[in-house]
């Protein structure tokens, strides 16, 4: 399974072709508008998500709701494309002079973006590497976790931190599942909510942004995922890669991850423990349901952590690139906060690696075969 994404922040649309999808999977639209609906939300959010509206238009792949195991081509239609069809249209008629932006912002990739391809308008360069374009990643995300739900895996999140403000408590798996999807930060700790609010309030203020951290979560899955044989093939591996490519995200950490570098082995490997009804599980999940690059059957527990976004009401100093005469950063909108949105384009990074992983050790043309055989595996497991 792979998938290719292309669009601008503000070209026509966003569209992405995905390749592998077994046939007679469900796919729902409105569970797809549902997860961009989710990305959109979150407060904090800029001026962009009261334009835009992402519903997705499912192109080819899918038939009378089903996959048909042919290449599933999704587009998102920009709605502000309107005010910028002149600026970004692709004909020679292209208006390249309006919006043109020659001011790095610090912290983005603006400047280095251009100096790689020799481009004098940085525009060229923030219209791709703007996270407008993990819209289409919800989109393969949602079908990703489609799959995942036939096979009875279930794929959440939750902030953790947004600037100074953490959770301070430990939260059951229970409430993460119902406290988080409803609270504007993505929280399900009442307390740390008011604070991340107020945090996000005194940054708007200041015209300033903030970063934070959040928590993706995979339950019921098997035993056995992923590969301790070859480097490339370790899911860890894998599912820190997918999260690092998304905008702005500089660390991941899986279980007790940093912590356990300070503590003795003692306090870090958790025991294992047998039963005949489970069968073979650990007491504790400090590895955060990975060892060796496959996965325990514990829940995976993964962590991100983002930076604040290089966009400022009141920008940072920079060096205009072409007059080379200092300058502050240019000013597009954008938002405050985008650690709540981050967490969906989160869960979807980590479910399409799921997903991969599934049809890589079962394999199957079709939902009916994977489903079998994954359930036929369970029961291996539980009686070795």
Known sequence: MRFLTAGESHGKCLSVIIEGVPAGLKISI???NAELFRRQAGYGRGGRMKIEKDTVEILSGVRAGFSLGSPITLAIYNKDWENWKAIMSPELTADVNSRKMTRPRPGHADLVGAIKYGFTDLRNVLERSSARETAARVAVGAVAKAMLAELKVEVFSHVLRIGRQEVKRELTLPQI???APSSPVYCADSEAEVRMLKEIDEAIAQGDTLGGIFEVIALNLPIG???????DRKLDGKLAQSLMSIQAIKAVEIGMGIESASLPGSQVHDEIMYNEEK???????RAGGLLGGVTTGEPLRIKAAMKPIPTLMKPLNSVDF??????QGSIERSDVCAVPAASVVGE???AWVLAQAIVEKFGGDR???ISKRVEEYRAYVRQV
């Open 225 to 231: 995922l992923g590969s301790y044989v070859h480097w």
């Open 348 to 350: 979807a990074a980590v």
């Open 177 to 179: 599942k119902e406290k």
């Open 30 to 32: 409105d569970q797809i």
């Open 279 to 285: 069968g073979f599980y650990h007491k504790t999940n």
């Open 322 to 327: 072409i007059t080379k005469i200092p300058a």
């Open 367 to 369: 939902m009916g075969e």
